[in-house]
């Protein structure tokens, strides 16, 4: 993991100067001076934690912070510039292209169709598109300032939320077995619905609500609501797992994959919750190998195993889904998805309005 983390740090480092080099038209290259706008500026060198706002140090992450209030293009730019969020970029930069080039795959050796027995797929592939996007653009630009800091991360949240229901969605429709539905029956949808909207809500408002050096509270908001929506969003295929006899496991099925899918989100859970390895390394892991950057490393494999289970779940039951769920289940589905983006991007940007009275009070404060 570490390997490869330092292996795209170091592209990044042999990329930094060459593009700002590039940016600034001072090429010897003269073609790409005429090429690229001779006028784009040049993101700042990165700076020490005692030169940005208390809001943007990192525990155990002493370097490597973009200074704030520089121009938007350059946190674009920041893309190939050396920094300590470039990884937390990167990760989820690459995860997208690689998920695309699986689906292509899949489409072609599955022979998918956009019918309604396909759409639990489909949903589960824009909210994971959705989730990588949201998140790449929360580490890329929120440095820029303390409102942009907290408007993007409050839409990674967003983001988060969906992704947790797209997922729920795709493994009650696919992987959940008869006698796990006879017992939770209709309520799993809405359930998992509330609970994905609850954790939207609750790291919204611990980001309001808490500043830093955040305490264990922040954590506790953050974690309850999404650990209480990962556990309904599993159960169908935790009961699989555990009901499945042993011979399930061969001849191409989808339990191996939807095992690797748990362990990946156990290892994310415990990068997320636990800044390990920094707090052992102050100073050490400030732009290669800090814990988030593993957190995204691991998020993006539990996608990868999500798609590759769901897909041949997918090719199990496509014939008999209608049938076995009816349409009105698949009417809910396509209904309800679109109903919790919606409500937790305005809970999101209902947060962001107390947010901005708040940073306007601070900043009346401080005058
Ligand atoms: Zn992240």
Known sequence: MILILSIMAHVLQRLSPLTLTMTLGVSSAGVLTHVLPSRLPSPRPTVTDSQVPKLFREPY???????????????????????????????????????LVRCWALVGATGYTLEAASLPLSLFLIS??????????????????????????????????????????????????????????????PAAAFLGWLSCAGCCFAKYRYKRPYPMRRKICQL??????????????????????????????????????????LLCALFFSCPIPERYFPGCCDFVGHGHQIFHVFLSLCTLFQLEALSRDFVRRRDTLVERFGKRQLWWACVSFPLLCVCCVVTALVTMKYMNEKLKTKKQRDK
Do not use: K
């Open 61 to 99: 992450i002493h370097s490597g912070y973009r200074p704030v209030h520089q121009d938007w293009r350059c946190y674009f730019l920041s893309l190939f510039q050396r920094h300590n969020e470039s990884l937390n970029v990167w990760t989820h930069l690459l995860a997208a292209p690689v998920l």
């Open 128 to 189: 994971s598109f959705t989730y990588l996007c949201l998140s790449v653009l929360a580490h890329l630009l929120q440095s820029h300032s303390e409102h942009a800091h907290y408007f993007f991360f409050f839409m990674d949240y967003v983001g988060v939320a969906v992704y947790q229901y797209g997922c729920s969605i795709a493994h009650y429709f696919y992987t959940s077995e008869q006698t796990w539905r006879e017992r939770v029956g209709l309520m799993f949808l």
């Open 224 to 265: 309850i609501p999404t650990s209480m929506a990962y556990l309904v969003d599993i159960s169908p295929v935790a009961h699989r797992l555990l009901t499945s006899p042993w011979t399930g496991w061969a001849g191409g099925d989808s339990l191996p994959y939807h095992a690797l899918q748990m362990a990946s989100f």
